[in-house]
């Protein structure tokens, strides 16, 4: 079974500019999580969708927002980068809401905002 | 303010040895705890978990074991192995946000052959 892919798998933007990351789930999963990890803090919890509905959120601003189609893929937008904005953004995948021992992540995608 | 803390940022041991991986966290209403292991250019790999109704919980060379009173946990590896070098992740979420997992920071492990 083909795990959780993540594109691109790096990028480098400039401060103002606005980037889409995309995830595919594990073919079967339904759930797809968003996790931005940056050292010191490690990850932090950005939103989760279910079928096509956004079922949490984490302390982020609206600059940062989500989506998941039909086919359980999921998009990541982050609109106004800022510098700080530069981290790993890891997509996970679950079979359902809340398996959170069911969890597979993919690679990340390496944002670098200059 | 973290809620789930991992303060020791890296840790050496010795192959064969124990390797000890301690995490505290804050949020009384965590009832369920996870610890993740990453390698370098690879997402985070589940690998052992604990509800908050055992202080015990072992797979194979992995412990976990949770002390609530103190809000504590902590992973043993025995005996620990080159390839357990990675970057390791405590976890929790509460079960009236059951779908919110909370991270700390990580504690990256050298097992020196």
């Known amino acids: 079974k083909a795990g959780v892919t993540q594109t691109p798998r790096y990028l480098i933007k400039t401060r103002g500019q606005q980037v889409t990351l995309s995830c595919s789930p594990i073919?079967?999963?339904?759930?797809v999580s968003w996790y931005q990890q940056t050292p010191g803090q490690g990850l932090q919890f950005l939103f989760e969708?279910?079928?096509?509905?956004?079922?949490n959120k984490g302390n982020f601003p609206g600059r940062f927002s989500g989506r998941q189609f039909s086919n359980s893929r999921s998009e990541m937008n982050v609109s106004t980068l800022e510098l700080g904005d530069s981290a790993l953004y890891l997509c996970?995948?679950?079979?359902?809401?809340?398996?959170?021992?069911?969890?597979?992540f993919g690679p990340g995608t390496r944002l670098t905002v200059t | 303010d973290q809620q789930v803390k991992q303060n020791s940022p890296s840790l050496s041991v010795q192959e064969g040895r124990i390797s000890i991986l301690n995490c505290d966290y804050t949020?009384?209403?965590?009832?369920?705890f996870l610890w993740y292991k990453k390698y370098p250019a690879e997402g985070p790999t589940f690998l052992i978990s604990?509800?908050?109704?055992?202080d015990k919980n072992e797979d194979g060379r992995f412990t976990v074991f949770l002390n609530k009173s103190a809000k504590h946990l902590s992973l043993h590896i025995v005996p620990s192995q080159p390839g357990d070098s990675a970057v390791y992740f405590c976890a929790a979420s509460a079960q009236s946000s059951y779908d919110k997992v909370i991270f700390g920071p990580g504690t990256s492990l050298s097992v020196i052959p």
């Open positions: 969708y279910f079928s096509e509905t956004q079922r």
């Open positions: 073919s079967g999963h339904r759930s």
């Open positions: 996970a995948s679950s079979p359902s809401v809340g398996a959170q021992n069911e969890q597979y």
């Open positions: 949020n009384s209403m965590f009832d369920y």
């Open positions: 604990i509800s908050s109704i055992k």
